[in-house]
Structures are given as C-alpha cells and as structure tokens.
T-cell receptor, first 115, second 112 residues
Framework: DAGVTQSPTHLIKTRGQQVTLRCSPKSGHDTVSWYQQALGQGPQFIFQYYEEEERQRGNFPDRFSGHQFPNYSSELNVNALLLGDSALYLC??????????????FGPGTRLTVL | KQEVTQIPAALSVPEGENLVLNCSFTDSAIYNLQWFRQDPGKGLTSLLLIQSSQREQTSGRLNASLDKSSGRSTLYIAASQPGDSATYLCAVGSSNTGKLIFGQGTTLQVKP
C-alpha cells in the first residue's frame, strides 16, 4: 500500500522565481492538505483540496496556489519567492466523509531553499 | 482562535525511563487530537489519533490521553529507548474538515 509521496525531495531557487511541488496521496485517499514547516516550528496549514477545489485556506498570501487533479494528486505553486518561503513543505492526505476523515497521513516533505 | 502549546520544548532522559510529553490547547471544542513523530529533516509519522469522544488511545509503549475540559493531552512513553529520540508534535483538529493546528513540538533525546 503506497503511502503519501512528494517530489522533489530538495529544491533550491532564487528570490523572485516560481516553484511547483507535487504530491500523490495515500492509496484510497481523496483529500490533500499542504503545510509549511519553518525550521524549529510546527507545521502551518496552507490549504486543502477535495474534489479538485480549494476547500479551506490558512493565512497565506495569494502567491501560494494549488491544484488537484482527477487522480487526487496535487500541486503547490509558489510565485515570486521570498527568502522567508524557505521551509519544509509537507503534504498530507486523508479520506473525506468518514469517521476517520481527520486522520492525516503525511509525506516525507520537500525542502525548499530560497537564496 | 485555537492555539496549541507543547511543554517542554526539549527533554533529555536516560534510556529506560518512563516519560510524559504535554500538549495544551485553548479551545476545548475540538474534533480530535493527533500525535506525530518527526525525525530530523523528515516527514511526520502518525502515532496516535484520539477522537473527541475518547479519553485515551494506546499503541505499544505509547499511551495518549485527552481531557477536553482542561484543554490538555499527554503522551506517555514507557521504557524509553534511544530509537525514540525525535521531535514529537501534537495537532488539534478543530472540525471535521481536516485542518490541523500544530504545537511547536517537544524534541526528545534518549541517552543510552
């Protein structure tokens, strides 16, 4: 049973560039959430996708956008990168509409460094 | 606004010791609470999930309790081992929508 996968593992960009991160949910899951984790901090919720629509959004600027595909995989796009965007980006998947809906399974993350 | 706090931020214990990690939250109207383990630079591994109607969950040497009225959860680790060294994060789900609010974590070091 495949768990949550993310690509790439590491990424180095310069300020002002754009980046796309990818996530495939755990087999059988249909909901994807993205989190940003700065060094030494707990993860912060960015947004969540279900049925190819953004369902919830955290306190992040519009430079952060996403997409969900019919196969439930998802992308996170960040435009006009800032130094402060350097972080570990985590993807979590879950199954909507069940008693265990809120149990989140996380991927290994993508380490983004902005120079 | 829900806020989650974990104390202490770091903990060092000798191997074999039983220990308790603490998590507190400001709004008792939670849907559930989840404990995670994170190794350096890695993703999160789910340890235990407690639904709001439950008081505790157990998995092996781990036991997590939940007291919604006091806004507290504890993670008990029995007979700690060096392999337990990691950062432990607690996260609160405030509704059935899947969004989690995390504490900053407790970094545990178990010395041989």
């Amino acid at each position: 049973d495949a768990g949550v996968t993310q690509s790439p593992t590491h990424l180095i960009k310069t300020r002002g560039q754009q980046v796309t991160l990818r996530c495939s949910p755990k087999s059988g899951h249909d909901t994807v959430s993205w989190y940003q984790q700065a060094l030494g901090q707990g993860p912060q919720f960015i947004f969540q996708y279900y049925e190819e629509e953004e369902r919830q959004r955290g306190n992040f600027p519009d430079r952060f956008s996403g997409h969900q595909f019919p196969n439930y995989s998802s992308e996170l796009n960040v435009n006009a990168l800032l130094l402060g965007d350097s972080a570990l980006y985590l993807c979590a998947s879950s199954l909507y509409g069940t008693d265990t809906y809120n149990e989140q399974f996380f991927g290994p993350g993508t380490r983004l460094t902005v120079l | 606004k829900q806020e989650v706090t974990q104390i202490p931020a770091a903990l060092s214990v000798p191997e074999g010791e039983n220990l308790v990690l603490n998590c507190s939250f400001t709004d008792s109207a939670i849907y559930n609470l989840q404990w995670f383990r994170q190794d350096p630079g890695k993703g999160l591994t789910s340890l235990l999930l407690i639904q709001s109607s439950q008081r505790e969950q157990t998995s092996g040497r781990l036991n997590a309790s939940l007291d919604k009225s006091s806004g507290r959860s504890t993670l008990y680790i029995a007979a700690s081992q060096p392999g337990d060294s990691a950062t432990y994060l607690c996260a609160v789900g405030s509704s059935n929508t899947g969004k989690l609010i995390f504490g900053q974590g407790t970094t545990l070091q178990v010395k041989p």
